[in-house]
């Protein structure tokens, strides 16, 4: 009897080893399997991203065949679930999840150079010297510290991959703003020639012909002559 008894303790005691080693690998193919959900999810807003660059004409390479090749992998790790689902004790996750985890960085490292590459072009370039010698002028204060704000909000912007074509109206949208307040740099105590020397200096570059006499005297004397440099333009004049 007593025997008997042990017996059936052993045996109890081994079934509930079982139960638990069944259940620390359910365990651990749910989480498994979440990680390689995570990754897919993680791929959604990377292909939106995609096709709001692609929709602006902003040349970035389409990662369609390498998405739907590491999708192939999770399919097959599912397809081969079905056929024995005893696969799941082992790494069968690991194909997918490589697969996608590549894509992902692949495909985040393309749209971000692509973004910011993007960005820098349509950044005005504007001279920080200039920017600081005209604050120093009252009329010209408030449109510098908006050039400022502006700049600096496109930097940002620069550096966080656009969800929708809202982010790339933002953008458009700082750029006019940083051109208009280079328009209203206007002030009695400034030559209407040196304001409009400054102008188009400040964004793209001014033409030699708008260095004139009167302009190079107003320069010198506030010691900002040596913040300008010429170089040679493109047919637009840039």
Known sequence: MI???AAAVIELAAQK???????????????????????????EPLVATWRVLRAHGIPVQSP?????????????????????????LGNWYRPASDALQAVCRDVDAELRSAW???VAGRIPSVNAD???VLQQVPTFRHPVEVIRQRLRELRDQQEQLPASAATLE????????IDA????????????????????????????SLLTDEVRDWL????????????????RGY
């Open 3 to 5: 025997t008997q008894k």
């Open 17 to 43: 080893k079982q139960a638990r080693d069944v259940a620390d690998r359910f365990d651990g193919f749910s989480s498994r399997a979440r990680q390689v959900q995570d990754e897919v999810t993680r791929l």
């Open 64 to 88: 369609a065949a390498r998405v739907q090749a590491a999708l192939a992998r999770v399919d097959e790790a599912r397809s081969q679930y079905r056929a024995d689902p005893l696969s799941v």
């Open 116 to 118: 910011r590459r993007y």
């Open 130 to 132: 200039l920017l600081d």
């Open 170 to 177: 933002a953008v458009d949208r700082r750029v006019s703003e």
């Open 181 to 208: 307040a280079w328009h209203k740099l206007t002030s009695d105590e400034v030559p209407s020639a040196v304001i409009e020397f400054l102008r188009q200096a400040g964004v793209g570059g001014a033409p030699l």
């Open 220 to 235: 010198v004397s506030r010691r900002i002559d040596t913040s300008f440099r010429i170089r040679l333009g493109d047919e």
